[in-house]
Each structure stands twice: as C-alpha cells, then as structure tokens.
C-alpha cells in the first residue's frame, strides 16, 4: 500500500460529503431541502469584499508574515480585549487558513505519538481525525442532553490518565447549538490545572448566541488556565467569510511559535488579500452580525417549534450557533416498506431518498440518537424541509 498508516486512519469530512451530495441531487434537478450546509448563507458584507478589492489595487499580494500581517494581530488582540477581557501580545497570536488550520497546527505542535486527546461527545467531526493525523488517540467523553451536552467534570476525571495530554472544548457548539456556563467552564478549568493538561477551546461560533446567553471564553476564567488554553476563533462563521479562510488562534508563547515554525514549513502565509478584508471585517461596523443573528434567531424559533411537533422526535432550544440537533431514537425501530429504521444513518438516508430532505447523521458527531440540522436556510426551506419530514415520519410504521 502506498498511502501511509495516517492517511489511512482517517475519512473525508463527513459534513462536507453530506452537502456534496445535496448539491449534487440539486444539480440534476432534484428539488433537494439541503439542512447539511456548514456555513451562513449570507453574502461577505461589501465593506469586507471592498478592502479586498483595494488590496489587489494596491498591489498587496505578495508573501506576507507567516503567522499574519501586524495589522490583523493588533485587530484580533483588540477583539480579545474588547469581547472576551483577554490581553495577548502579538507573538501570542498567529493567523491561519481558516480556525481548521490552526486546530491543525496546534494539534501537530503538541502531540505526540500516543498523547491522548479527549473529545466531548457528540463532537465537531475534525478533532477526532485530527488527532489521528498526529498519531494521537481520541478519547471521547460522553455529554448527556440533560446537562444540555456540557461535559460532567465526574465524566471528565474518569477519562484522565497519565497519557492525557489536551481537552477540546466547543461553545457553543457545532453540532449541538448548547452554550456552557460558566460554573461549569470553571469545573472543568480546575481539573484541567490538577492534571497539567492544555485546552484548545473553539470558540467560532462566539458571536452567535441567542436568549440574552453570553459566550465565556474558559481562557478568561484566571492567568492560570489562560496560560493551558489555546483559544481557536475565525472569520467564516460571524462574517460570513467561510471561503476567505481566515481563522486564528491565541495562547502561550512557545505553542505559538511552534504552531509558526508548521506553518512556515506548509502553508507558509494565509492569503494577503483576506487578510486584509479580516481587518475590515474586525475594525469595521459590526452591525452585520446582528442582522444575520436576528434572521437566525427567527428561524431557530420556528425550526425547533416546528420538530418538537412532529411525532417522535424531540429537540433542546439551542442557545447558540446555527445548528438543531432532535433527539431521533424514539423513531428507532419503525419501518418503511420492510425497511428498518435503526439508527442516525438509516433515518438520514430514508429522509435524503423519501423525502428529498438533507440532514446529516448524529454517528457522524459521535452520537447515534441524534440528527443534525443547519438552519442557515431561508425560513421559506425550512417550512418546506420540516413539512416534508412529518410527512415522512408519519409514513413509518
Ligand atoms: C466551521 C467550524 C470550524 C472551521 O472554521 P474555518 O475557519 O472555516 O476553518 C471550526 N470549528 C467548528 C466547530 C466549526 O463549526
């Protein structure tokens, strides 16, 4: 065989491959429901896509600094100090192709072969892999829906061993839309402390949260924990940015500089030109954000109003990001045509197939019982989409 023992381990992204294939069903002319997408399905806002054109005017496309032009570090240290209470120098900052790279970076800085990564599940579908990718172990910590998903620190202490090397947490969360609070951040930072570990804490979806919930940054809970954290943040989700790639990520000196020294041996840069729309993006009017936060809020209303009436399946109200995430099990069991429904997949294909609606599959983000819906879809889809799965549902016998 060729291909080596990593690439081996690991599979295309999941959620990718799902919306791929709506598209595709699109394509053909299918009329497709596509609740798979990843990303808002807002327009980059002018005053971004302005900067970028006026870079490419001025000529600003050559290399830049590897880890990011100053101009964006000294934006993305006065977004810490302004939203999170977070003060970081500039060599504590790198800028990367998106937050993905620099989840990639940190994990290839920090792991070694055998660590141990422990991964609240369900989970964002990369960390496990990327971990695989650097020869660690994934450790998934069961999250339970009646906690609303926020890892137990029983749970979390039992998993520890002396392998143990990181933590990833995600809030909110990509899949489950749920927000920890801070009573519980500040349980699982004093673990994390007891036991020497780091924690990258993904915090993509910080500025969309709903019901008055506001985001906590673990890194802004004491020096102590900020010097265990890795912070990971990007552009793609509160800008409408996804395929601009700019992400970044902030913590101790030393991670930072090795996370460069990666970078600079791969990527080298993240593209001049979106580096300079980020700065527009972070330093100009922020009203866009709340546009968008508001059209999400309407639509999350409606969608998780709308599944809690359907027979069968029942969803917590997500307090952030643009994601539901209904409880299926109780569907599991029933038939269609001869045709069992047993677990995420199946009832993700029978709904794909049957009723021309995209979702993708709870087992994708570690948790069989659970279906994933993006509402970044016009209000408009999401009617049609949640009237044709009743349909479909109420047709299982
Ligand atoms: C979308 C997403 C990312 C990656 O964002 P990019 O900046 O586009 O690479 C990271 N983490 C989570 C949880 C996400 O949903």
């Avoid at 998993?159 to 699982?188: A, F, M, V």
């Avoid at 001869?338 to 709904?351: F, Q, R, W």
Wanted: charged share 25%; proline share 5%; aromatic share 8%.
């Amino acid at each position: 065989m060729i291909l080596s023992n990593r690439a081996q381990k690991i599979k295309p992204s999941p959620t990718l491959a799902i919306d791929a294939k709506a598209k595709a069903m699109k394509a053909q002319g299918i009329d497709v429901v596509n609740f798979g997408v990843g990303e808002p399905d807002f327009d980059t806002p002018e005053n971004i896509k302005e900067a970028a054109i006026k870079a490419i005017k001025e000529g600003f496309t050559k290399y830049t600094p590897v880890g990011g032009i100053d101009a964006l570090k000294d934006a993305v240290i006065d977004k810490f100090k302004k939203d999170n209470g977070l003060d970081y120098t500039r060599e504590e900052i790198i800028i990367s192709c998106g937050a993905k790279h620099s989840l990639y970076n940190i994990n290839q800085a920090i792991l070694s072969p055998g660590d141990e990564v422990l991964i609240p599940s369900p989970y964002w579908v990369s960390y496990p892999d990327q971990a695989l990718l650097n020869d660690a172990v994934p450790v998934f910590v069961k999250t339970y829906e009646k906690d609303s998903f926020m890892l137990r620190t029983e749970s979390l202490k039992a998993h520890i061993t002396p392998k143990t090397k990181l933590l990833i947490l995600n809030s909110p969360s990509n899949p489950t839309g749920l927000t920890y609070d801070q009573k519980t951040l500040e349980g699982i930072a004093e673990i994390v402390l007891r036991n020497n570990m780091y924690i990258i804490s993904d915090e993509i979806y910080e500025k969309l949260t709903y019901d008055g919930v506001k985001h906590i940054s673990i890194a802004s809970l004491g020096k102590e924990i900020k010097q265990r954290t890795i912070v990971v943040n990007g552009l793609s989700k509160s800008y409408a940015m996804t395929g601009w790639r700019i992400g970044y990520a902030a913590g101790p000196k030393d991670i930072i500089k090795a996370m460069t020294n990666i970078q600079s041996q791969s990527t080298s840069n993240p593209t001049s030109i979106a580096q300079k729309a980020a700065v527009e993006a972070l330093r100009g009017p922020q009203d866009f954000i709340k546009t968008m936060l508001e059209e999400f809020d309407k639509r999350r209303k409606f969608l998780i109003d709308s599944l809690n009436k359907i027979n069968g399946l029942s969803c917590l109200t997500p307090t952030g990001a643009f994601y539901a995430f209904p409880n299926t099990s109780a569907l599991y069991g029933r038939y269609y045509n001869e045709k069992p429904i047993n677990s995420s997949s199946d009832l993700a294909m029978y709904l794909l197939e049957e009723a021309k609606v995209a979702l993708v599959h709870g087992a994708a983000f570690g948790d069989d019982n659970y279906v994933r819906l993006s509402y970044a879809t016009s209000i408009d889809m999401i009617k049609k989409g949640v009237d044709r799965i009743a349909e479909a549902i109420q047709k299982l016998k």
